[in-house]
Each structure stands twice: as C-alpha cells, then as structure tokens.
C-alpha cells in the first residue's frame, strides 16, 4: 500500500491536472467566436485567405470571413467584428419631383435591402461597410434609392406612374439593384404606397376617370341588360327547344311503351285464347263423352220408362174399359130398352116429338163428339209441338236426347189418343141418350145447382127479419118464402143457358108428364127410381 506521502502527491497532481484542464476550456471558450445564420464574422490580420478572382488570378487578403459557424480566435494577432445579413427597411418619402410633363408630385415608397449571402457580396460589405453602423448603412442605400426614383420619374408621365406603379416600382428596383450590388446589398422588394400631388392634378385625372367609368358603367350596364335580355331570349327559347324535343322524346317513349304493351297484352291473350280453346275443346270432349254415356243410361232408363208407361196406358185402357165403357154400354142397353118399349107405346101419338128429340139429342152428341175430338186433336198437337221443342233443344245439346224427346212425345200421343178414344167412346155413348136420360142428368145437378145459390146464406152469422106489415109472413116462413122463391128461378136459370125448358121435358119423359102438377106450396117430391 502507497505511503500516504505518495497519496498526497498524487492528489495534488491530479488537483493540477483537473485544474489545467479548465483553465484551457476557460481559455478556449473565451478565444472561440461563434455567429449565427444572421451574421458573418470578418477575421482580420493572421493568415487571411486566399481567393481566386473571376479572371482565374490568385490575391491573399488580410480577412477572412466566417458564416454560420465559429472560430478560434488569436487575440493577439487577430481582430473579429461582425456584418448583419438581416433586412434593412428604407422608407423613401421624396419631396415634390417634376415627371415628364413637368407636374410636381411626390412618391412615398419602402424599400427591403439586405447584404447579400454570397463570398463576393459579403467581402464586398465588408471592404465598404465593416465601421460603419447601420443607420449610416441604411442613408447611403437611401440615397442611392432615391436618386435612382427621381431618374426615373423625370421619364414618365404621370398617367403612367399612377396606372401602372407596380411597374414603376420594378424599375427603380431593377436600377437600383446594380449600385447596390457594386456595395454587395441587393433589394429584396420595393413598394410604391402613395403619389400624391398640391395642385389637384391626380384629383381631376380621377374625376375623368370616374366619369368615364360611370360613362363605361352605364354603357356597360345597358349592353350587358341587352345582353342579358337576349341570353334570357335564348335560353328560353332553347328551353323551349329541349322541352319540346324532351316532351316528343316522352310522347315516342310512351307510344312505343304502349306499342310494346299491347303487343305483349295481344300474345300472352293469343296464347291465352288458344290455350283456353284447348282447355274448352278438351273439356267439351270429356264432357261430350260424359254427355254420351248419360244419353245411354237416360235412353235406357228411358225404354225402361216407355214400357212402364206402355203397361200403364195399357192398365188405364182395361180400367177405362172397366170403369167406363162397360158401365155405359150397361146403362146404354137399359135405357134404350125402356126407350124402345116407350118409343113403342107412343110411336102413333108422339112420333113427331120422339124425332125431335131424337134430333136434338143427335145435335147434343154431335157437339159433344166434335168437343172430344177437338179436344184430343189440340192434345195432340200440343204434344206433338212440346215433342218438337224438346226435341229441338235436345239436339242442341246432344244427339242422343232425341230419344228422351221421342219417348216423351210418343208417350203423350199415347195419352192424347187414349183421351179422344174415351172422350169419342163418350160422345157416341151421348149419342144415344133419349130424353129420360137427358132428364135424368139434369135432375142430378139440380141439388147441386140449388146447394151453389144457397151457398152464399150459409155464410151468414146472423139473419134479422123486419116485418113491414104487408102480410106476406114473418119469421122462420119468411125465410123458407124466400129460399123457394131463389130455388124456384133455377128451371128460368137453365132455359136461359142450355135453350132446353125443363118442364116441357120432363113432361115427355114416360111415367113423369102423366102425373098431375104439383102444388106449388107442397114440399118438393122424391126423385122417383126411374129418374134416378
């Protein structure tokens, strides 16, 4: 381990060296100049520099300079001052100064100068400007602005420096900036901010113009209103151009849009048509086929019907036969055997009146038999046309209803021609009625006829009888007076409708017209077995 002598001497060295070391950054740092992008330091005396000039000869100089940056300087064998490279602001204000026409005016402008960055310019500065301050700069830089504008207003009008003053200014400075350079200053703008003039010259040249400016105006204002009322004129017109062209356009759009549309509408209803018209075709087939197997089974229910119906006209017939022409021809064979035995008895008294008779019950058939016959005939006829129609309407639809009509019709002749048969069998059986059996049947309506003209009394509730005192009965025996008296007016009531007097009649008939009259007050008599 060192003895602490040794450490004391080492601590002292190094207290030394520590030291030396600041004293040479103090020394340093008081030696060093430094400068900004805004200056230039101009190092005098020492080695100078060497430059090589625009003619390729080399000189020293006794400076050299230094921008943005810094050095070390010798103090005792060097000089350091600095050159500004900022702006400097001159403010021109000139007095009165006589242009071309020899109008005094003055002009009141700014000026921006500078030392120019370069090697050459900022030498140059240095050479000219190193003691002098700034305002000192700044008077020489004026001085030779303001002698520059004043040569230069002396050529122009003063027209043409108020008209066209930026360029006036360009001038001055375009000028200025030789002499300036020659100093290594440049000028980095130059502004024109007022003429003026005493004497009102640059007052009247703006009236003038003022009033050739409104005169402008006005012109102006007239031709572009003229202009514009003619672009409007234009333009609407054009307007109305595109609107019709548009409107023509729409109108084709529309007409071949509604072209096209029917065009479709008129196939797809084509296409429609011919596929309903297969549909129909194929659906009035099947049902032309179902029709065809209805006919078959309607004609087979229908020969089943005839026969049915042939059975039963046939069954009617014998019941007819049983019913009616049996009984007639029974009840023919009685009363034409008692008409024999009586047409006998009276041959020589009464054959005269037994013809008449016989006439009139003739005459009575024959009506009856022409009736029947007509009757059947229009039957017939009625079928026949019902037939026609049926049939008609059934060929319309379907060939085979023809059948059901044909049946139909032959079954209704059947039935008119079984009527007329009856009705014929009837009339012939009228045919040979005599007298008694015309009394006969007149007599068997009488009750009826009687109880028809009596019916209307046994309608009523009540009856009140007012006897006005002629003596023709009261009570019950006015009410009987008065039923024989509506029963008596029957015989007038017949005579009147059938021509046949029922008295006159009776009268003729064998076993009636012998008996004495009866009295009027009596009651009325039982039919006797003859007559009924």
Not at 32 to 61: A, M
């Amino acid at each position: 381990m060192p003895s602490p002598q040794i450490l004391i001497w080492l601590l002292y060295a190094a207290v030394g060296i520590v030291s030396l070391g600041l004293f040479i950054i103090v020394i340093y740092s008081k030696l060093y100049r430094k400068v900004g992008p805004n200056e230039v330091l101009v190092i005098s005396g020492g080695r100078g520099e060497t430059i090589t000039d625009e003619d390729g000869e080399r000189r020293r100089l006794g400076f050299r300079i230094v921008k943005g940056g810094g050095s070390l300087i010798n103090p005792i064998l060097e000089r350091v001052e600095t050159i500004s490279l900022e702006l400097i602001t001159l403010d021109i204000i000139t007095p009165e100064m006589y242009t071309k026409q020899g109008v005094p005016i003055k002009v009141d402008g700014v000026a921006q100068i500078k030392v120019k960055g370069d090697d050459v310019s900022v030498r140059t500065a240095a050479e000219q400007f190193l003691q002098k301050t700034r305002e000192e700069i700044k008077q020489i830089a004026y001085q030779t602005v303001a002698g520059h504008l004043r040569a230069i207003l002396g050529t122009l009008t003063v027209e043409e420096v108020y008209a066209a003053h930026e360029a006036f200014a360009q001038r001055v400075a375009e000028v200025s900036a030789g002499d300036l350079a020659n100093m290594g200053l440049e000028v980095v703008s130059f502004t024109i901010r007022e003429i003026s003039d005493s004497r009102g010259y640059l007052e009247a040249i703006g009236k003038t113009r003022i009033a050739q400016v409104k005169r402008d105006a006005q012109i102006g204002e007239a031709e572009a209103n003229r202009d514009a009322t003619i672009r409007a004129a234009d333009a609407a017109q054009e307007a109305s151009t595109a609107k019709y062209l548009a409107d023509t356009k729409i109108a084709e759009a529309d007409r071949d849009y509604r072209l096209k549309v029917q065009e479709f509408t008129a196939t797809v209803n084509q296409r429609k048509a011919e596929a309903d018209l297969a549909y129909d075709l194929q659906k009035f087939t099947t049902a032309q086929k179902v029709k065809e197997q209805e006919v078959q089974v309607q004609i087979v229910e229908k020969e089943k019907q005839t026969q049915l119906e042939e059975k039963e006209i046939a069954r009617r017939e014998k019941e007819l036969v049983a019913t009616v022409q049996r009984p007639a021809e029974a009840e023919r064979t009685r009363i034409q055997t008692i008409a024999e035995a009586e047409q006998y008895r009276l041959r020589t008294t009464a054959a005269g009146q037994a013809e008449a008779a016989k006439a009139t019950g003739f005459a009575q058939a024959e009506v009856v038999q022409k009736s029947g016959e007509a009757e059947a005939e229009a039957n017939k006829v009625r079928g026949l046309a019902e037939a026609e129609v049926v049939k008609a309407r059934q060929l319309a639809e379907a060939a085979g209803i023809e059948a059901k009509g044909l049946a139909d019709a032959e079954a209704v002749r059947a039935k008119g021609l079984a009527e007329a048969e009856a009705m014929a069998k009837r009339a012939e059986a009228f045919r040979s009625y005599n007298e008694a059996a015309v009394a006969q049947m007149l007599i068997e309506k009488l009750p009826e006829i009687a109880q028809s003209i009596a019916s209307p009394l046994s309608k009523v509730d009540k009856i009140v009888m007012i006897n006005s005192g002629g003596g023709d009965g009261v009570g019950a025996s006015k009410i009987t007076g008065e039923i024989t008296s509506i029963v008596s007016q029957v015989p007038p009531v017949i005579e009147a409708m059938t021509g046949i007097k029922l008295h006159d009649l009776m009268s003729r008939v064998p076993g009636l017209g012998s008996q004495p009259p009866a009295d009027p007050d009596a009651a009325a008599p039982e039919p006797s077995a003859t007559a009924k």
